[in-house]
Nanobody, 122 residues
Framework: QVQLVESGGGLVQTGDSLRLSCAAS????????MGWFRQAPGKEREFVAA????????YFADSVKGRFTISRDNANKTVYLQMNTLKPEDTAVYYC???????????????WGQGTQVTVSS
C-alpha cells in the first residue's frame, strides 16, 4: 500500500510561483509513475502532469505546458510540481497520484493523496 502526502499549497497572486511536494511511503516508489491532478469547485478532477518511474518521460496538460514542471527524487521518495506564472484559473485542490503506468484519466490511478489547496488571486 502506498501513502501519499502533499504539501506546499497556499494563497498566491497572479504571476507568482509555488512548488508542491508529494512524499510517498510504502510500496516501491522508484517503480511507480507519479502524477498531479487538480479539482476546482464544481468541476471534475483533471490531469495536470505526470512523470514516469525513470523520470525520463514527463507529460503535461496543455493548460500548464511551459509554466509547470514535474520532477522526482527517488532517493527521498518525493515528487515535485513547480508551478510558475500562476493564473487565477489554476486555483484548485491539487492531488498527487501514483500507479505503475501513466494516464491522463484520474480513475486509472490507484493511489491518491489527500490534496493541497492552491489559490491564485487576481
Amino acid at each position: 500500500q502506498v501513502q501519499l502526502v502533499e504539501s506546499g499549497g497556499g494563497l498566491v497572486q497572479t504571476g507568482d510561483s509555488l512548488r508542491l511536494s508529494c512524499a510517498a511511503s510504502g510500496g516501491t516508489f522508484s517503480s511507480l509513475s507519479m502524477g498531479w491532478f487538480r479539482q476546482a469547485p464544481g468541476k471534475e478532477r483533471e490531469f495536470v502532469a505526470a512523470i514516469s518511474w525513470t523520470g525520463h518521460n514527463t507529460y503535461f496538460a496543455d493548460s500548464v505546458k511551459g509554466r509547470f514542471t514535474i520532477s522526482r527524487d527517488n532517493a527521498n521518495k518525493t515528487v515535485y510540481l513547480q508551478m510558475n506564472t500562476l493564473k487565477p484559473e489554476d486555483t484548485a485542490v491539487y492531488y498527487c497520484a501514483a500507479d505503475v503506468g501513466v494516464s491522463r484519466t484520474a480513475s486509472l490511478w490507484s493511489y491518491w493523496g489527500q490534496g493541497t489547496q492552491v489559490t491564485v488571486s487576481s
